[in-house]
C-alpha cells in the first residue's frame, strides 16, 4: 500500500493545484474571504483535532485579516459536528476538521450514520498528521518490540492492551499487531485515551497504541517505555525513534491519525483551492511549525484532489482491515 499521507512543501502546493485546475491563481476570485470563516471541530476541546485548528485558525485570521472562528460540537463519534456543517451554504465559510477515522474508518464501522462523507462533503486540505506509539507499561520488563511479541507468547498471564473504545484507530492498530504476529491479547476498551493511558502508566494494562501529542508529556517518564512508531517511515517529529516495522521486519501499515478541512458537498473548487493555498502558506510559518510541533503534529497541506486520493486510499485500507478482523458497530 502507497503512503496515506501526501506532503507538500509550498511550492509544490503551488503546482499540484496548478496542474489540477485550469484556473491559475492569479485568475482566481480574490475576494474570499469577506466575512468571518466558521470552521467546526466535532470532537471535544484540548484533542489533538482541536489544538490543530485553533493554532491553524490563528494563523488564517492573521493572512486573510478576517476572523476564523473555531466551535466544538462533540457527541455521537463525530456525527453531530459535522452534521451540523452538511447542512451549511456551500461558500467556504463553513468548514469542519475532519479526522482520518471520520472520513475512512467510522464509514466501514458504523452502518447507520447520518450521512455520506462522499456525498455530503467535499475535500478541502489536509492539515496535520500525528503518528502513533507502541509503549508498554516499565513494570511488563520489557523494551524492546521482539521482546514483547516472545513475552506475550511464553507468559502463563495474558498480556492486555488498552483504546479509548471500539473501532478506534488504537484499538486497530493493536488488533493487527496481534494477528501479525498471531497473538493471544486481552483487549481493555475505555471511555476515553486519558484513562487507557492512565492505566498503561500504572501497569494495569500492559500496551496500548496512542498518539504522540496524549503520550508526549510522558515519553522520559520512568513509568513507560515507547516501543517505536506504528507506521512504515519513521516520523520527522521523532526522528531518532524505530518503527516497529524496522525492529520486527512486518509490514502494519500506518496508523497515522491525520486530520483535514472539509467542506459542504458543491462548495466551488475555486473557493476551496483559495483555502487550500491559505492552509499551505501558513503551514509554512516557522511559528506554526514549531508550536503544532511542541503538540507533537506535523504540519501538512495538500490539494483538494490529493486529499480525495488520500481519502479513497485510507477508506479502502482501512475497509480490508475491519471487514478481516470483523469489526462492526451500530
Known amino acids: 500500500m502507497k503512503k496515506s499521507i501526501t506532503r507538500y512543501s509550498f511550492s509544490a502546493f503551488v503546482l499540484a493545484a496548478a496542474c489540477y485546475s485550469p484556473l491559475s491563481w492569479a485568475t482566481q476570485s480574490t475576494d474570499f474571504p469577506t466575512k468571518t470563516v466558521n470552521i467546526t471541530v466535532p470532537y471535544g476541546a484540548g484533542g489533538a483535532a482541536d489544538l490543530l485548528t485553533r493554532a491553524v485558525a490563528d494563523q488564517l485570521s492573521k493572512y486573510w485579516e478576517q476572523s476564523v472562528i473555531v466551535e466544538n460540537r462533540p457527541g455521537a463519534v463525530g456525527a453531530i459536528g459535522i452534521g ?35 456525498d455530503d462533503l467535499t475535500p478541502v486540505t489536509q492539515m496535520g498528521a500525528v503518528p502513533n506509539l507502541l509503549v508498554v507499561s516499565s513494570q511488563l520488563g520489557v523494551n524492546d518490540v521482539n521482546e514483547l511479541v516472545e513475552l506475550a507468547k511464553t507468559s502463563d498471564k495474558k498480556i492486555s492492551y488498552s483504546s479509548p473504545g471500539l473501532g478506534s484507530q488504537a ?105 487550500a493555498e491559505a492552509v499551505a ?33 485510507d477508506s479502502q485500507y482501512y475497509k480490508d482491515i475491519i471487514s478481516t478482523l470483523k469489526i462492526e458497530l451500530k
Open 84 to 118: 451540523h456543517v452538511i447542512k451549511m451554504k456551500p461558500d467556504g465559510y463553513n468548514l469542519v476538521t475532519t479526522p482520518v477515522s471520520d472520513l475512512a474508518v467510522n464509514p466501514h464501522l458504523y452502518k447507520s450514520r447520518p450521512f455520506s462523507i462522499d
Open 171 to 275: 484499538h486497530i492498530a493493536a488488533e493487527i499487531f496481534r494477528e501479525k504476529h498471531e497473538l493471544d491479547l486481552q483487549h481493555v476498551p475505555y471511555n476515553s485515551v486519558s484513562n487507557a493511558l492512565v492505566d498503561v502508566i500504572g501497569g494495569h494494562v500492559d500496551l496500548m497504541f496512542v498518539q504522540l501529542p496524549t503520550v508526549q508529556s510522558y515519553l522520559e517518564d520512568e513509568s513507560l517505555n515507547v516501543l517505536g512508531v506504528a507506521a512504515r517511515e519513521r516520523s520527522p517529529l521523532l526522528p531518532d525513534l524505530n518503527t516497529i516495522q524496522e525492529i520486527t521486519g512486518e509490514d502494519y501499515g500506518d496508523a497515522i491519525s491525520w486530520s483535514a478541512l472539509m467542506a459542504p458537498k458543491d462548495t466551488p473548487i475555486e473557493i476551496r483551492l483559495q483555502i
Open 281 to 313: 502558506h501558513v503551514m509554512e510559518s516557522t511559528e506554526l511549525k514549531q508550536r503544532l510541533n511542541n503538540m507533537g503534529i506535523e504540519a501538512i497541506a495538500s490539494t483538494p484532489e490529493a486529499l480525495q486520493e488520500a481519502i479513497n486510499r
